[in-house]
Nanobody, 128 residues
Framework: QVQLVESGGGSVQPGGSLRLSCAAS????????MGWVRQAPGKGLEWVSD????????YYADSVKGRFTISRDNAKNTLYLQMTSLKPEDTAVYSC?????????????????????WGQGTQVTVSS
C-alpha cells in the first residue's frame, strides 16, 4: 500500500535551515507529481510547493518562494524540501502529498482531490 513517511523536522532559530524528507513506497514514485503542504496550529491547510513527476518543474507559494526548494530523487523514492531563512510563521506540521493523477501537470494551484494521499507529517518549529 502507499506509504509516505516524513522526517527532518525539528526546532530551529529564525534564519535557520532544515531539510525535510519524504520516503515513499507502495507505488511507482517516478510516475507521480508530489507536493508539500503545512498546517500551523489553529489554522487551515496551506499548500507550500509542488514538483512534477520528473522533477523538471517546481512551484511555490508566495510565502516561501525564494526560501524553500523542493526536489526529488526518483532513484531513492524520496521527496525533499530544503527550507532556508526560516521565520516563526513557518512553524507548522509539514506533510508530503502524492497526487492521485498519474503524470499530473496541472500543479501549483493548491487544489487537492479526495484521492490524493497524505503523509502523517513532521513538526517544524521556528522560535528564538
Amino acid at each position: 500500500q502507499v506509504q509516505l513517511v516524513e522526517s527532518g523536522g525539528g526546532s530551529v532559530q529564525p534564519g535557520g535551515s532544515l531539510r525535510l524528507s519524504c520516503a515513499a513506497s507502495g507505488f511507482i514514485f517516478s510516475s507521480y507529481a508530489m507536493g508539500w503542504v503545512r498546517q500551523a496550529p489553529g489554522k487551515g491547510l496551506e499548500w507550500v510547493s509542488d514538483i512534477d513527476s520528473g522533477g523538471d518543474n517546481t512551484y511555490y507559494a508566495d510565502s516561501v518562494k525564494g526560501r524553500f526548494t523542493i526536489s526529488r530523487d526518483n532513484a531513492k523514492n524520496t521527496l525533499y524540501l530544503q527550507m532556508t531563512s526560516l521565520k516563526p510563521e513557518d512553524t507548522a506540521v509539514y506533510s508530503c502529498v502524492k497526487y492521485f493523477e498519474k503524470f499530473k501537470t496541472n500543479l501549483g494551484h493548491g487544489k487537492f482531490e479526495d484521492n490524493d494521499f497524505w503523509g502523517q507529517g513532521t513538526q517544524v518549529t521556528v522560535s528564538s
